[in-house]
């Protein structure tokens, strides 16, 4: 340990931390602005400076390491001077519409400002040229709110590898950006959100889409169907007070009645379905590649639509690898507007559908034509978790005082194995529990069903089941050992694909989403998102899993009589028209769309 | 000074097609070297003339790195071009000392005389016009680049005779 003196406190810290996190771990709070734990450390905004004795200026105390007999002072009134001019200097280039800002109350700039308490505006000029980019149906991007804080550049290029954000030009023309000024829709963003799940102001939003839902509830001739991913469950309740990690399904449920939804279903519903599909999909893979006709291997799942639109661009040529399911709510989506609009005899073009996801991905995904069907979008409008939240509180209802409600048969009903679908390991637990049982007749050989080696938030975990008792009709898979891996965030995924693409990835079943931790970390989760809030919604989901009834995905009855009375079976013509999908080869600049990026040419 | 200014232009030599297989060839070879960047872009800056988006796509793409990261260095360093520049590029110094000196009515002076604004080109491209942040020639203020060429305590009537050396 060091032992240093913060503000004429003897103090000890870890060898390695920063000034910092040395004044933290002691309860000297000390103000920071672009500093982001565990993210983001570079220095930039200067607000956390520090005198430390011996030094001539001030420092950035989220830069400097503890030394022994260090002596700091973060309180004295030249740090004070200091860090209010340099909060007035980014004030003075950043507007001061907070009242129409969707950020408004919930901006880190302005708790900042808060605590700094300014009584004028005292620098007036020039301000930064204003570029607002709508171009993406998942982002807006507004680059005069931007601070130039740059958390966004180091998630999108360090943690997502990515790399879309980056500082273009310089000085006081430095704007956060794509090159060129190019469109976020026209180069290879994902859509993941990480982004805006890290910029301290409104520079960069999830589109928000309340409105549109709400004109759609408050026309009578629309049936306004709602559905909730199962990530959103573990996370809602942040947004109103509760300690992250607090299950709030039935509370949720009633709020979506109360706010005038027709009928609340259960995107777990799709998520069994979506391991009936895929588990199916997958044998028959296995099968064929056992049997001699071939097939591609490893099946990677697709769920995640930022990491679909991920591999179109970075492994356009890989995309026969990925499972051919749609995601479980376009899925619902699609059954909504056919098999449920069938049974309550209503025009699918008078049905809205509206999905709840912890993801700015599923705005775009639901935009991709080839999800059309009939000529009518699967899925109307996507709200994130934190649109919800608005639109409760929006609605008057006071969350906290609400009983529990239950969702809506017939597609509200689902087992646990669709609720660890909102984190990473979840599908591919989800798809051992079906996939052993199916071919053995006998439950995975975990205790309490749990496939611990493929839970937890490294970034690739890998498991083999050795197959052992088949039925019958799977005699060749008798004493295969089947290798799967799982990721999570679009770094780990660059890691497993570049061995896919060289034909030696050693694996037959992958699984990845595109965000750190999963859905349960998803661009449209309540903030902040740390590691921590990480592992408590992660630790909510297995308990929600847990407390099931009924956990493995073939278990559903509703599943099940939805085969019978509607789909016939698994694979089949009917599935195979609604609840699959193809993919699109992009590349990374979508040199295959034949979208070529806009080149300067020379006069 | 030099009655005629030497001008390095190698646009007319090479076909594009073998500018661009000079360019990647230069990335491929430094692919992988931490801080090669730059010298990529000064290298191919100075076989294709200036850096259009599709040259810096090139470059990304052969050092596996995102374009978006080649962009915010080349619009950082002025000494990085995206537009065509001209045969002859006249850079004012405007560091502290030519600036006292006058450098900025030498600005002035060169935008109306050739009819463009910094950072533009005349539509001939014959030449370029710049400024810099001081280039070290502090003693010669106000100093006036064209190419390679620094030129002297320079006023705006010497800026006649810059001219001619360069037609």
């Known amino acids: 340990m060091v032992t240093l003196t913060i503000n004429g406190k003897q103090v000890q810290a870890e060898p390695g931390m920063t000034v910092l996190e040395a004044a933290k771990a002691n309860n000297i709070m000390i103000p920071h602005f672009c500093y982001l734990e565990d993210v983001h450390q570079v220095g930039a905004c200067r607000i956390c400076v520090v005198e430390i004795e011996g030094a001539r200026t001030l420092q950035a105390s989220c830069m400097v390491p503890v030394r022994e007999g260090m002596v700091v002072r973060t309180n004295t009134a030249r740090v004070k001077r200091a860090r209010k001019v340099l909060y007035e200097l980014m004030l003075s280039d950043h507007p001061r519409n907070c009242l129409s800002c969707l950020r408004n109350q919930n901006c880190e700039f302005q708790k900042l400002g808060e605590l700094i308490q300014i009584s004028e505006f005292r620098f007036e000029g020039e301000r930064s040229k204003t570029f607002i980019d709508f171009s993406s149906p998942s982002i807006l991007r507004d680059s005069s709110k931007c601070i130039l804080c740059r958390r966004c550049v180091t998630v999108c290029n360090e943690i997502q590898g990515v790399g879309v954000l980056n500082v273009q030009k310089r000085g006081f023309h430095s704007v956060i950006g794509p090159a060129d000024e190019l469109p976020l829709n026209s180069v290879n963003c994902t859509n993941c959100g990480q982004c805006v799940m890290v910029c301290p102001v409104g520079a960069l939003l999830a589109k928000d889409s309340t409105q549109i839902v709400w004109d759609a509830i408050f026309d009578p001739k629309k049936r306004v169907i709602v559905q909730t991913a199962p990530a959103v469950r573990v996370a809602l309740g942040e947004e109103f007070g509760y300690p992250p990690g607090t299950i709030v399904t039935g509370k949720m449920a009633t709020a979506l009645r109360e706010i005038g939804f027709d009928d609340v279903f259960d995107t777990n519903f799709a998520a069994d379905l979506t391991i009936i599909e895929e588990g199916h999909e997958f044998l028959k893979r296995v099968t064929a590649a056992l049997t001699g006709s071939g097939a591609t291997l490893p099946m990677i799942t697709s769920c995640s639509p930022g990491w679909i639109k991920y591999i179109e661009h970075e492994f356009p040529n890989e995309l026969d690898h990925l499972s051919t399911c749609k995601s479980p709510h376009m899925m619902l989506g699609a059954l909504a507007k056919t098999y449920y609009a069938n049974k309550i005899g209503v025009d699918p073009a008078d049905i809205f559908v509206v999905s709840v996801m912890p993801c700015t991905a599923k705005k775009f995904e639901i935009t991709r034509p080839e999800m059309f069907i009939n000529g009518l979008p699967t899925v109307d409008a996507v709200l994130t978790t934190r649109e919800l939240a608005r639109m409760i509180r929006d609605a008057g209802i006071e969350f906290s005082e609400l009983p529990d409600g239950k969702f809506d048969d017939p597609l509200g009903f689902s087992t646990g194995a669709a609720d660890i679908f909102g984190t990473t390991g979840g599908v591919m637990e989800a798809a051992l529990r079906t996939v052993y049982e199916v071919v053995t007749g006998r439950e995975i050989p975990f205790e309490r069903l749990e496939v611990t080696p493929v839970r937890g938030l490294s970034q690739v975990k890998e498991a083999t089941i050795k197959i052992e008792g088949t039925k019958p009709e799977f005699k060749f898979l008798e004493g295969v050992e089947v290798r799967v891996a799982v990721t999570s965030g679009l770094s780990g995924a660059k890691r497993l694909m570049r061995d896919v693409a060289n034909g030696t990835s050693p694996y037959h079943f992958i699984e990845v989403m595109g965000c750190p931790g999963g859905c349960i970390a998803g661009g449209g989760q309540p903030k902040p998102t740390t590691k921590a809030v990480r592992e408590a919604r992660m630790r909510a989901i297995y308990a929600e899993d847990a407390g099931k009834p009924k956990r493995k995905s073939h278990e559903n009855p509703f599943v099940q009589k939805l085969y019978e009375e509607f789909l016939g079976e698994p694979l089949g013509h009917r599935s195979h028209e609604l609840l699959h999908t193809h993919y699109v080869p992009r590349g990374r600049y979508n040199q295959f769309l034949g979208e070529k990026i806009p080149v300067q040419v020379a006069k | ?167």
């Open chain 2, 1 to 167: 000074m030099e009655t005629k200014l030497e001008h390095r232009c190698e646009c007319g030599e090479e076909t594009e097609e073998e500018k661009l297989a000079r360019i990647a060839q230069i990335a491929e070879d430094f692919k992988g070297q931490e801080g090669s960047l730059i010298q990529v872009l000064h290298l191919a800056q100075a076989i294709y003339g200036y850096l259009p988006l599709h040259v810096q796509q090139l470059i990304a793409e052969r050092l596996e790195i995102p374009l978006s990261e080649v962009y915010g260095v080349t619009t950082f360093y002025s000494f990085f071009s995206t537009k065509p520049r001209g045969e002859y590029t006249i850079r004012v110094c405007l560091g502290t000392a030519c600036y006292v000196r006058g450098g900025a009515e030498i600005v002035k002076k060169l935008s109306q005389q050739l009819g463009i604004e910094v950072g533009g080109t005349t539509p001939d491209r014959k030449f370029s016009l710049e400024v810099m942040r001081c280039i070290g020639a502090c003693g010669l203020a106000p100093a006036v680049m064209v190419n390679d060429t620094v030129m002297r305590q320079v006023n705006p009537d010497k800026l006649n005779r810059i001219m001619e050396m360069c037609s």
